[in-house]
């Protein structure tokens, strides 16, 4: 087991390097110099030669990447070019809405789209399957920003049950917390939803064909813990995979969701640093994002051992 | 395997065949008609695209200052936004926008994506190199990845096209490289090699049509997915210029007045996802009728 999980951090490291060559090529082929964005108007060629100097902007592509390479993994990201306050420090103040965001709307995906799925694959072909795949299609198609503006309209403003935009910590009050992230998530997690109850369907469709199902059956098990006992665990392989996979679209959708619901997290920063072309901060905001979504992944492999203890390493 | 045979058939059909594939294909919108309301759908909205300039709108650009944001009515049937746009008009030409972002990203992602496959299948050597740079490539979330490169460069719809294309490619990179690793293993490109046959002539005889079936259904989710990243990243400002009516822009511009005009935002929303869903819908009846073992799974 420790082999494995060593293996498995072996693997990552070159999809972590591509990531971080592609995050550094960023800055280098950015239009406009950043000397010169720094040394402002009035700086003359010589003051922003120096600069240049000071950076270290005018020595060779690799021997940047290389030492850009050694910051990063002492946890230094520099500092932004707009505000100059250092990276690691922007990005800490705007973590706790996203991993908010984010905790909310795995919960509330994966406790809505696991049972939708086994439902679904039970009465495959009856109008119940049809209407949860229906809304699956839907889940898929209708974008965020849409759900999110409906949903804010409706329940924030037509019905006043819920804050309309903001954000509000956790240490002030358990609720309040959750009020402000329920819209959201829900937003958020359509697409999420969509994509775990598909894929867990397919998986059960498959399992419930099985014998040892049908011996389950057979020995008067309840069609209730058949399923969710019996069938569940053994299609829980490619539903933690896909629910490891997309937390990219987690990951994306925050930064549409943040905006729509006006919470001050990284996705706000991302947009932020965009229309600024900060971009120390877009690839603090790219590399954390990308190695997070990496480590959910290797996360996941270590998972299957849990869950199919058939698997061995 | 009926997907090779149907791509068979259709490379060697003569020409009496035209009426029976007519039926054929009759018959398989019969069966999933998924695909008659996807396509039906997106028909719709092709016409609108193509017609916008005469379905009664006016300039979708011509600000008049007097009527601004005004509710729907019989004079301006989506109403008017802040700076006096008639709504309808802009919404009608968006469809143009979302509609050839959709299928240009859909056709470059396609084509980019299926020769790196195609070489990383073929050639060991390659396929070490090239699916690493696409595993870390797929590591960073699409849209941000899109978000990134339209930071590095001016607001342009070829751009857009291009910054929500280059994500795409290492994910159809993979499924190409998956089908043609499992098509040098048959027998018959076993058989054309034994012939003699040429590495280029297996490969545009063999190989080529075989992928087909699978990328046509990946490149209508391309194009569902496409139309959203171009709709997000005009909505957060890093998309087509401003002055282009695209639904992510009409959305974007609405945004502040959301909460009074909650209108100016729901048009383009509805239209987006009415698009998304019949290219959706259209790429759920396509898989299913390439590939009916899958039918009715996912």
Known sequence: MLAYVLRRLMATIPVMGTVALFVFSLLYVAPGDPAVVIAGDQATPAQIAHIRESLGLDRPFMVRFIEWVWQIAHFDLGNSIFTGLPVNRLIGERLEPTLSLMAVTLVFAILTAVPLGVVAASKAGTWIDRTIMMFAVFGFSVPIFVVGYLLAHVFALELDWLPVQGYTSITKGLWSWLSHLILPSFSLGCVYVALITRVTRATMLEVLQQDYVRTARAKGIGQTKVLFVHALKNAAVPVVTVIGIGVALLIGGAVVTESVFALPGLGRLTVDAILRRDYPVIQGVILLFSSAYVLVNLGVDLVYTIVDPRIRY | ?298
């Open chain 2, 1 to 298: 395997m009926t997907t090779q045979s149907s791509s068979v058939s259709s490379l060697v059909a003569p020409h009496g065949a035209v009426a029976l594939r007519a039926s054929a294909a009759f018959k398989t919108v019969r069966r999933h008609p998924t695909i008659a309301v996807g396509g039906a759908l997106l028909v719709c909205m092709i016409l609108i695209a193509v017609f916008a300039p005469v379905l009664g709108t006016v300039d979708p650009s011509a600000i008049s200052p007097m009527l601004r944001t005004r509710d729907p009515s019989a004079q301006f049937w989506f109403g008017t936004d802040m700076m006096g746009r008639d709504v309808y008009s802009r919404v009608l030409y968006g469809t143009r926008v979302s509609l050839v972002v959709g299928i240009a990203v859909a056709v470059f992602a396609s084509i980019g994506g299926l020769l790196v496959g195609i070489v990383a299948g073929f050639s060991r050597k390659a396929d070490a190199i090239i699916m690493r740079l696409m595993d870390g490539l797929m590591a960073i979330p699409a849209i941000l990845l899109a978000v990134a490169l339209m930071a590095l460069t001016r607001g342009s719809i070829g751009n857009v096209i291009l910054a929500i294309t280059i994500p795409e490619i290492p994910r159809v990179a993979r499924l190409v490289r998956g089908v043609v690793l499992g098509l040098r293993e048959q027998p018959y490109v076993d058989a054309a090699v034994a012939a003699g046959t040429r590495t280029p002539k297996i490969l545009y005889m063999h190989i080529l049509p075989n992928t087909f079936p699978h990328l046509i259904v990946q490149a209508t989710y391309i194009c569902a997915s496409a139309m959203i990243a171009e709709a997000i990243l005009s909505f957060i400002g890093a998309g087509t210029p401003p002055i282009v009516p695209s639904w992510g822009n009409i959305m974007a511009e609405g945004r502040a007045l959301w909460q009074v005009k909650f209108y100016i935002v729901m048009f383009p929303a509805i239209f987006l996802s009415l698009t998304v869903l019949a290219v959706n819908l259209l790429g759920d009846g396509l898989r299913d009728s390439l590939d009916p073992r899958l039918a009715g799974r996912l």
